[in-house]
């Protein structure tokens, strides 16, 4: 009997995922990014493999249908595919690589956070739930489970009717970032999204950059404004991100110059003046260094390679799509 019911159990999950599959391969024909009837909700296919690229992810959650990303973040590496999503609470530079090919391509849906409709449905879980002690993490990957998934499959489900994405839509989303928020590591996440002691603090710089990364930012001024002592901002900074300050906001103003080229075809001159840089041998040397070609080079494999929709009216962080 036990042996019947987990064969039926690994039956239904196959079936899931392959129900999963054939509606992304549905919603997503071409490869690139492809925008849903829901402002923060965007489908990715990709049919070529991906090594050592430069990723900065707005705070999101990813699910994989097909395919596998890894992603090197200091010394830990975080395992994303159809077993395991990402969640980023914070946007953290990390180096990213797939497996993906024309038979398989891989296939993932990224849910750009509403950060106040998840903070206060995290208070909700908070008040209903044991509230221990979590440290709050910046990223995580971890198992995709049965209700979880199925919740995504009912909302891919949705999104193939424009009427049903409309008005399902965001009620189905809600229920994946219930899902997450009590999942195995939904603690961390809401200890994140509380706000509170060091990490709270870092986030706010992280949202100040994000907000003003054109401008002369220094260490100390961020210090400042987050009442910390340079060396314990230091300190927490790199805990939080894995970088230092003056890298972190290095990789926001290359990776905002990128998209401002690809997107809005800015000259590479127009778009180092912009993110803040006052040299263009300066910027052409570090984006070289940090994207491994140079700003034309780039733009022009991107756009050989994806097909890029276009940004929203409002960008409330920098990202790398």
């Given at each position: 009997m036990h042996i019947t019911l987990m064969s039926k159990k690994r039956d239904a999950t196959t079936d899931r995922r392959a129900a999963m599959v054939a509606l992304m391969k549905r919603l997503?024909?071409?490869e690139g990014y492809t925008r849903t009837a829901l402002p923060d909700v965007r489908l990715l296919r990709s049919d070529r493999p991906l090594a050592s690229t430069p990723v900065l992810y707005e705070p999101g959650i990813v699910v994989v249908c097909q395919g596998c990303k890894r992603g090197l973040w200091g010394d830990q590496v975080y395992l994303?595919?159809?077993?395991?999503y990402l969640a980023v609470s914070v946007p953290v530079p990390f180096t990213m690589e797939t497996d993906a090919s024309a038979e398989e391509p891989l296939l993932a849906i990224y849910f750009s956070l509403d950060l106040a409709m998840l903070a206060g449905l995290a208070l909700q879980v908070d008040e209903m739930v044991d509230a221990s002690a979590t440290a709050p993490l910046g990223m995580f990957s971890t198992p995709l489970d049965d209700a979880l998934a199925g919740t995504v499959l009912r909302f891919?489900?949705?999104?193939?009717?424009?009427?049903?994405?409309?008005?399902?839509?965001?009620?189905?989303?809600r229920e994946i970032?219930?899902?997450?928020?009590?999942?195995a590591q939904g603690g961390a996440l809401r200890a994140a999204l509380a706000g509170q002691g060091h990490f709270g603090r870092i986030a706010k710089a992280l949202r100040r950059i994000h907000g003003a990364f054109g401008e002369r930012l220094n260490v100390e001024r961020l210090a400042r404004e987050a009442a910390m002592s340079v060396p314990s901002f230091h300190a927490h900074f790199r805990e939080v991100t894995q970088h230092s300050p003056m890298q972190y906001l290095k990789s926001v103003r290359l990776?905002?110059?990128?998209?401002?080229?690809?997107r809005e075809g800015r000259t590479a001159s127009a778009a180092c003046l912009e993110v803040g840089y006052e040299s263009a041998s300066q910027f052409s040397r570090e984006f070289k260094r940090f994207f491994g070609a140079s700003p034309g080079d780039e733009v022009a494999r991107l756009k050989s390679s994806f097909a890029m929709p276009a940004l929203p009216e409002q960008l409330g962080w920098v990202t790398s799509h």
């Open positions: 997503a024909p071409q994303y595919d159809a077993q395991h891919l489900e949705a999104l193939c009717s424009p009427l049903e994405a409309v008005l399902l839509g965001p009620s189905i989303v970032y219930f899902r997450v928020l009590v999942g990776h905002r110059a990128r998209l401002l080229m690809l």
